[in-house]
C-alpha cells in the first residue's frame, strides 16, 4: 500500500467510529477517498443540495448549523458529518462551514451504506445524529443475572404462616415442622376486603425467637405478635434479583416477603441471594454485623475493596455499584451506633443519624469522605443530653475514618456541634436556607438536600424530607439561586468540543471526572427534582420523577441518565484500576490514556452536561443575571 494510503488508514484508525472496524476494512476506505482542501469561511455543505459522501475532518474546524442558521455544532479533526443527509434522501439537512483552513475526506455515499450494513456499531454511531451518541449497555456479565433473574425464581416453597395470637412455642414447633428459618404472621381481613383474604401482620424468623424470647426468658405461651416484626418490608414478585439485595442491604434484613399482587407468594433470605453472588456485598453486611469492634471492622477493607473490584470485573453498572457500595457504607454506619450505644448506653432521647451526599444517594464509590449529620427528638436539652451525643458521633465518625471513609474537610459531621441538633433547629435551618439563600447556605443546600437515614428514628429526617420537597419546589428565587450554583462547575470541553485539561502533581493533563462530570450532573438533576417536589434522593429516581413532571423531554432525560451512567462507570473503572495497580484511587483521568472510542464518548458526555446546564440557564434567565446573594 502507499504511503498516502497508510496515513490515511491510520489517522482513520484513531477515530470513532473507524477505530473498531478491521484493517481490510480501513485499507478499503483509504483506496476510496477523495481528499477536498477548504479555506476558513467558505461553505462546505449547503442546505437542501444534493450529498453523496461521509465527511471526515482530516485538519482544521467546522460549524455544522441547523437549517434556520442557529449554530448547531462545532466540529474538529477526527470528526464526521453529513450522514444525516445520507440516511435521509441524500440531501443536506444540516449546513456545513469552515471556520478554519480544513482539510476533509470524502468517503463514497455507497461505501457508507456498506459500512452500516455490515458493522452494527459504526451504524449505531452514525444513526445518532442530532442525538446523543451515548448509550447504557445493560450489565453482560456475571451481574446481569442479578438484573435478568425474577424474584419469584428463588421462591422454592410456599409461604409458611401462622395467625395471630399463635404462641412462639407453637411458632417454634411450625418452623421446624416445615424446616424453615421464618414464618409470615397473618391478621384478620381489613375492612372492604374479600372475606377470606387475610393481611399479613408481620414476620418472625428464628433470630427472633432467640433474641427476642429466649435470651429475654419469656414464656412459652406468648403471643407470637408480640414478638414479631410488624408490618415487614416487602418485595413483588416480578421485581429483580438485584432489587432484592437493595432492599435487603439498605434495610439490613435476611428474610424478606415475596409478593404477588399483595399476597404472600414464599419468603427468600440471605443464602437465597449470596448463591448469585460469590464474595458479595450482601455477605460482607453479614460480616460487618457480626463484628465486635472498630478493629474488626477496619479489618474488612480489604473485603470491601474485594467486592467492588469483583463487580467491575462482572460488568457490574455504576448504578449497582453504587448502590451496593453505599449499602456497604449505611451497613458501616450502622454497626457503629450499635455499638457506640454498647458502650454509652441507650439514647437519652430518641435521634436518628442521617446520611448526606452519595451515600444518601446511593451512588457511593471506592474514593470518598464521610458527611453525616444528627436529627434529635425535640426534647433535647444541651445542657442534659449534649455529651452522649458528641461521645456517640465521635466514635462513629473516628470508626468510619479507620474503616477508610476519611473526615469531612468541610466538618460535615455529626462530631460538629452545628450539625448535631433538634429537628426543630434543622427545620429552623433548612428554612432559613431557601428563603434566605446566600453563598454559604447556597453550598449547604446542595450537601444537605441529599439525605437520608440510616439508624434511629427515620421519622425525624422523613420530617425533613417533607420540608424540603414543599418549600423548595414553592420557592422559585431559592431554585433560580441553587441553578446558579449547579452552573459554576462547567464541563471540560473547549471551543471545539477538545478537553480542557488541568495538571496534576506530576503535571500530567488530566480531567477530574468527579468535579467536572458526575458532580455538576448531580447539581443540576438535583434543581429539576426540586422544582417538581420531589423527595427521591437517587439521581436515577430524580430523573423518573422529572420525567413524570414533563419538564424535560424524554430524549433529555435519557441522555442525562446515559451521561450520568457513562462518567460514573470511566470513574469506576479508573479507581478499579489504580487498586490494581497499587495505588490509591482517585478520580483524575489522563484523556491521553484512554481509547479513541471512550475520548469520543466522554466528549458526548460532557456536551450532554454543557446543553442540560444551558437549558438551566435559559429555564431561570431573570433570576440568574446579576442577582445580590
Given at each position: 500500500?502507499?504511503?498516502?494510503?497508510?496515513?490515511?488508514?491510520?489517522?482513520?484508525?484513531?477515530?470513532?467510529?473507524?477505530?473498531?472496524?478491521?484493517?481490510?476494512?480501513?485499507?478499503?476506505?483509504?483506496?476510496?477517498?477523495?481528499?477536498?482542501?477548504?479555506?476558513?469561511?467558505?461553505?462546505?455543505?449547503?442546505?437542501?443540495?444534493?450529498?453523496d459522501?461521509?465527511?471526515?475532518?482530516?485538519?482544521?474546524?467546522?460549524?455544522i448549523?441547523?437549517?434556520?442558521?442557529?449554530?448547531?455544532?462545532r466540529?474538529?479533526?477526527?470528526?464526521?458529518?453529513?450522514?444525516?443527509?445520507?440516511?435521509?434522501?441524500?440531501?443536506?439537512?444540516?449546513?456545513?462551514?469552515?471556520?478554519?483552513?480544513?482539510?476533509?475526506?470524502?468517503?463514497p455515499?455507497?461505501?457508507?451504506?456498506?459500512?452500516?450494513e455490515?458493522?452494527?456499531?459504526?451504524?449505531?454511531?452514525v444513526?445518532?445524529?442530532?442525538?446523543?451518541?451515548?448509550?447504557?449497555?445493560?450489565?453482560?456479565?456475571?451481574?446481569?443475572?442479578?438484573?435478568?433473574?425474577?424474584?419469584?425464581?428463588?421462591?422454592?416453597?410456599?409461604?409458611?404462616?401462622?395467625?395471630l395470637?399463635?404462641?412462639?412455642?407453637?411458632?417454634?414447633?411450625?418452623?421446624?415442622?416445615?424446616?424453615?428459618?421464618?414464618?409470615?404472621?397473618?391478621?384478620?381481613?381489613?375492612?372492604?376486603?374479600?372475606?377470606?383474604?387475610?393481611?399479613?401482620?408481620?414476620?418472625?424468623?428464628?433470630?427472633?425467637?432467640?433474641?427476642?424470647?429466649?435470651?429475654?426468658?419469656?414464656?412459652?405461651?406468648?403471643?407470637?405478635?408480640?414478638?414479631?416484626s410488624?408490618?415487614?418490608?416487602?418485595?413483588?414478585?416480578?421485581?429483580?434479583?438485584?432489587?432484592?439485595?437493595?432492599?435487603?442491604?439498605?434495610?439490613?434484613?435476611?428474610?424478606?416477603?415475596?409478593?404477588?399482587?399483595?399476597?404472600?407468594?414464599?419468603?427468600?433470605?440471605?443464602?437465597?441471594?449470596?448463591?448469585?453472588?460469590?464474595?458479595?456485598?450482601?455477605?460482607?453486611?453479614n460480616?460487618?454485623?457480626?463484628?465486635?469492634?472498630?478493629?474488626?471492622?477496619?479489618?474488612?477493607?480489604?473485603?470491601?475493596?474485594a467486592?467492588?473490584?469483583?463487580?467491575?470485573?462482572?460488568e457490574?453498572?455504576?448504578?449497582?455499584?453504587?448502590?451496593?457500595?453505599?449499602?456497604?457504607?449505611?451497613?458501616l454506619?450502622?454497626?457503629?451506633?450499635?455499638?457506640?450505644?454498647?458502650?454509652?448506653?441507650?439514647?437519652?432521647?430518641?435521634?436518628?443519624?442521617?446520611?448526606?451526599?452519595?451515600?444518601?444517594?446511593?451512588?457511593?464509590?471506592?474514593?470518598?469522605d464521610?458527611?453525616?449529620?444528627?436529627?434529635?427528638?425535640?426534647?433535647?436539652?444541651?445542657?442534659?443530653?449534649?455529651?452522649y451525643?458528641?461521645?456517640?458521633?465521635?466514635?462513629?465518625?473516628?470508626g468510619?475514618?479507620?474503616?477508610?471513609?476519611?473526615?469531612?474537610?468541610?466538618?460535615?459531621?455529626?462530631?460538629?456541634?452545628?450539625?448535631?441538633?433538634?429537628?426543630?433547629?434543622?427545620?429552623?435551618?433548612?428554612?432559613?436556607?431557601?428563603?434566605?439563600?446566600?453563598?454559604?447556605?447556597?453550598?449547604?443546600?446542595?450537601?444537605?438536600?441529599?439525605?437520608?437515614?440510616?439508624?434511629?428514628e427515620?421519622?425525624?429526617?422523613?420530617?425533613?424530607?417533607?420540608?424540603?420537597?414543599?418549600?423548595?419546589?414553592?420557592?422559585?428565587?431559592?431554585?433560580?439561586?441553587?441553578?446558579?450554583?449547579?452552573?459554576?462547575?462547567?464541563?471540560?470541553?473547549?471551543?471545539?468540543?477538545?478537553?480542557?485539561?488541568?495538571?496534576?502533581?506530576?503535571?500530567?493533563?488530566?480531567?477530574?471526572?468527579?468535579?467536572?462530570?458526575?458532580?455538576?450532573?448531580?447539581?443540576?438533576?438535583?434543581?429539576h427534582?426540586?422544582?417538581?417536589?420531589?423527595?427521591?434522593?437517587n439521581?436515577?429516581?430524580?430523573?423518573?420523577?422529572?420525567?413524570?413532571?414533563?419538564?424535560?423531554?424524554?430524549?433529555?432525560?435519557?441522555?442525562?441518565?446515559?451521561a450520568?451512567?457513562?462518567?460514573?462507570?470511566?470513574?469506576?473503572?479508573?479507581?478499579?484500576?489504580?487498586?490494581l495497580?497499587?495505588?490509591?484511587?482517585?478520580?483524575?483521568?489522563?484523556?491521553?490514556?484512554?481509547?479513541?472510542?471512550?475520548?469520543?464518548?466522554?466528549?458526548?458526555?460532557?456536551q450532554?452536561?454543557?446543553?442540560?446546564?444551558?437549558?438551566?440557564?435559559?429555564?431561570?434567565?431573570?433570576?440568574?443575571?446579576?442577582?445580590?446573594?
Amino acid at each position: 500500500m502507499q504511503v498516502e494510503l497508510i496515513e490515511i488508514r491510520d489517522h482513520l484508525s484513531r477515530f470513532a467510529p473507524f477505530d473498531g472496524l478491521p484493517d481490510d476494512t480501513l485499507d478499503d476506505i483509504a483506496r476510496q477517498i477523495e481528499v477536498a482542501y477548504f479555506k476558513a469561511g467558505s461553505d462546505i455543505l449547503r442546505y437542501g443540495e444534493p450529498i453523496d459522501e461521509l465527511h471526515y475532518i482530516r485538519s482544521g474546524a467546522v460549524e455544522i448549523y441547523r437549517r434556520n442558521g442557529e449554530l448547531y455544532n462545532r466540529l474538529s479533526e477526527g470528526e464526521v458529518f453529513g450522514q444525516f443527509g445520507l440516511l435521509r434522501g441524500h440531501k443536506v439537512r444540516l449546513p456545513a462551514r469552515a471556520i478554519e483552513d480544513s482539510l476533509i475526506y470524502f468517503i463514497p455515499g455507497q461505501l457508507f451504506e456498506q459500512l452500516c450494513e455490515a458493522h452494527d456499531a459504526f451504524a449505531d454511531f452514525v444513526e445518532a445524529e442530532g442525538q446523543s451518541r451515548l448509550k447504557v449497555e445493560e450489565p453482560q456479565g456475571k451481574a446481569s443475572e442479578l438484573m435478568k433473574i425474577k424474584v419469584r425464581k428463588l421462591v422454592t416453597r410456599r409461604t409458611v404462616s401462622v395467625p395471630l395470637g399463635t404462641s412462639v412455642q407453637e411458632a417454634a414447633q411450625v418452623m421446624t415442622e416445615h424446616g424453615v428459618s421464618s414464618l409470615v404472621i397473618f391478621g384478620p381481613p381489613t375492612t372492604g376486603s374479600a372475606p377470606q383474604s387475610q393481611i399479613m401482620a408481620g414476620i418472625t424468623t428464628d433470630r427472633d425467637l432467640r433474641i427476642r424470647v429466649l435470651a429475654e426468658g419469656l414464656p412459652l405461651d406468648t403471643p407470637v405478635d408480640k414478638v414479631m416484626s410488624p408490618s415487614p418490608i416487602t418485595i413483588q414478585a416480578d421485581d429483580s434479583v438485584f432489587e432484592a439485595m437493595l432492599c435487603m442491604l439498605r434495610n439490613n434484613i435476611h428474610h424478606l416477603p415475596v409478593v404477588h399482587r399483595q399476597r404472600p407468594v414464599g419468603v427468600i433470605n440471605l443464602s437465597d441471594i449470596i448463591k448469585y453472588e460469590s464474595q458479595s456485598s450482601l455477605y460482607l453486611v453479614n460480616s460487618i454485623f457480626n463484628k465486635q469492634s472498630v478493629a474488626e471492622l477496619q479489618a474488612l477493607l480489604p473485603d470491601l475493596r474485594a467486592t467492588f473490584l469483583r463487580m467491575v470485573n462482572e460488568e457490574a453498572s455504576a448504578h449497582m455499584i453504587g448502590s451496593a457500595m453505599s449499602g456497604i457504607g449505611r451497613s458501616l454506619t450502622h454497626r457503629l451506633l450499635e455499638l457506640a450505644e454498647q458502650h454509652l448506653g441507650p439514647p437519652p432521647v430518641p435521634y436518628c443519624y442521617m446520611v448526606l451526599g452519595s451515600m444518601a444517594r446511593d451512588e457511593q464509590l471506592i474514593v470518598t469522605d464521610q458527611d453525616n449529620a444528627l436529627v434529635i427528638d425535640n426534647r433535647f436539652d444541651p445542657r442534659i443530653h449534649d455529651e452522649y451525643f458528641r461521645q456517640l458521633a465521635t466514635f462513629v465518625s473516628d470508626g468510619l475514618a479507620a474503616c477508610g471513609y476519611s473526615y469531612c474537610k468541610g466538618g460535615i459531621m455529626g462530631s460538629n456541634p452545628k450539625w448535631r441538633q433538634p429537628l426543630r433547629v434543622w427545620r429552623s435551618y433548612f428554612t432559613q436556607w431557601i428563603e434566605q439563600p446566600n453563598p454559604e447556605t447556597l453550598l449547604n443546600s446542595s450537601i444537605f438536600f441529599d439525605l437520608d437515614s440510616v439508624y434511629g428514628e427515620a421519622g425525624l429526617v422523613e420530617n425533613l424530607k417533607d420540608l424540603i420537597a414543599q418549600k423548595a419546589s414553592s420557592n422559585p428565587l431559592f431554585l433560580a439561586n441553587l441553578a446558579r450554583n449547579a452552573l459554576n462547575r462547567k464541563p471540560p470541553l473547549g471551543f471545539f468540543r477538545t478537553f480542557v485539561m488541568e495538571k496534576d502533581g506530576q503535571q500530567n493533563n488530566i480531567i477530574n471526572l468527579k468535579g467536572r462530570g458526575t458532580a455538576p450532573l448531580t447539581d443540576l438533576i438535583r434543581v429539576h427534582a426540586l422544582a417538581a417536589g420531589s423527595k427521591a434522593q437517587n439521581s436515577l429516581e430524580r430523573l423518573d420523577a422529572i420525567a413524570a413532571t414533563k419538564l424535560l423531554t424524554e430524549d433529555a432525560i435519557t441522555q442525562l441518565r446515559n451521561a450520568l451512567e457513562f462518567l460514573s462507570i470511566v470513574r469506576i473503572r479508573h479507581q478499579a484500576m489504580d487498586l490494581l495497580e497499587g495505588r490509591e484511587p482517585d478520580n483524575y483521568i489522563e484523556p491521553e490514556k484512554v481509547s479513541a472510542n471512550e475520548r469520543h464518548n466522554l466528549k458526548s458526555a460532557f456536551q450532554v452536561l454543557s446543553n442540560a446546564q444551558q437549558f438551566l440557564r435559559f429555564r431561570y434567565p431573570g433570576q440568574l443575571q446579576n442577582r445580590p446573594l
